[in-house]
């Protein structure tokens, strides 16, 4: 038999587990892997409390919105996370803040990093919307020493006179635009997800 020495899971204190075979570190890593996202998302959900406080006393602050989107995507909120996004892209608008974009958390595969940034240009702002709107987008980078950007994929919604007529999949290349799959568009974030990393893990 083994025996088991200072285990403590409450949130905030060190984890130790002192296993007297080497045969059962594999219990270990499993421990580890089993309780680290509980305090992952611990974390998350206080970022988040803390930030509406925030805005209680300060509610037109961008950046606070911004935040605020990046404790939902980091909670595993993502579609509130691009939900709330729309209101930070009008908090910037009455700020008269420029910023072009927001990255609103990242999404890990085995091969790449991929961030999903939130797009805040001239067409996302505009208040008739023409043409191609691209609301967000997914900046795919290699997961090694230094990391190279390989490509970016769009979701995109066509417009036309105003009224929202198509959506897709899209991505600018060497000789324009090529569309990688025509897609519903009131399709929610995980639904668009799925279909970007079905494409960049082909």
Known sequence: MFRQKNIDIRVGKP??????????????ILLTFLIVPIFA???SQNDLQKI???L?????DPMLHYKKC???FASGKEQ????????????????????????????MTEK???????????????DQKRGIVRPYSFRVWTKTDDPELVRI???????????????????????????????DPDSKFETIKKQVLAIVEK
């Open 70 to 72: 990046q404790a939902l």
């Open 15 to 28: 984890i130790l587990l002192a296993l007297e075979k080497p045969e059962m570190r594999t219990l270990t």
């Open 41 to 43: 998302d611990e974390k």
């Open 52 to 54: 509406e406080t925030a």
């Open 56 to 60: 209680e006393a300060k509610p037109d």
């Open 80 to 107: 509130e996370a691009i939900d709330h996004a729309a209101t930070a892209l009008e908090k910037f608008k009455e700020a008269n803040d420029d910023l072009s974009w927001m990255l609103l958390g990242s999404i």
């Open 153 to 183: 994929l769009d979701f995109e919604l066509g417009y036309l006179g105003g009224e929202l007529m198509s959506a897709a999949i899209g991505e600018m290349v060497e000789n324009g635009h090529a569309n990688l799959g025509i897609v």
């Open 112 to 126: 790449h990093k991929i961030d999903v940034h939130y797009n805040m240009g001239a067409s996302e702002r505009a």
